[in-house]
């Protein structure tokens, strides 16, 4: 069982930088794949980042290459995700999830998820 607190969304002015965290209990921890996923008013549920288990492997949504990065550390049990250059079509709510299986960007396949942080980006 991995329980997920996400904390860091706020407001930001497009062009400004938000670091999440997701705080995880449990020592399973880093047995998990850790993603990020983001829902906006009226949309599905998007995968936004992925981590494996011991960081070594990472992938992204193409909209947010370059500009966001996933990270982990499990010896806090935290993965976070710095988002750099944000742009007003970054609103959400965003979760973070864990996975056992690793190259799934599909929600349906993450066993654990937080309860979401709320971003803002005003252009």
């Known amino acids: 069982q991995v329980q997920l607190v996400e904390s860091g969304g706020g407001l930001v002015q497009a062009g400004g930088s938000l670091r999440l965290s997701c705080a995880a209990s449990g020592r399973t921890f880093n047995t998990y794949h850790m993603g990020w996923f983001r829902q906006a008013p009226g949309k599905e549920r998007e995968f936004v980042a992925v981590?494996?288990?011991?960081?070594?492997?990472?992938d992204y949504v193409d909209s947010v290459k370059g500009r966001f990065t996933i990270s982990r550390d499990n010896a806090k049990n935290t993965v976070y995700l710095q988002m750099n250059s944000l742009k007003p079509e970054d609103t959400a709510v965003y979760y973070c999830?864990?996975?056992?299986?690793?190259?799934?960007?599909?929600?349906?396949?993450?066993?654990?998820w937080g309860q979401g942080t709320q971003v803002t980006v005003s252009s």
């Open positions: 999830a864990a996975a056992g299986v690793w190259g799934t960007t599909t929600p349906r396949n993450y066993n654990y």
């Open positions: 981590i494996s288990w011991n960081g070594g492997s990472t």
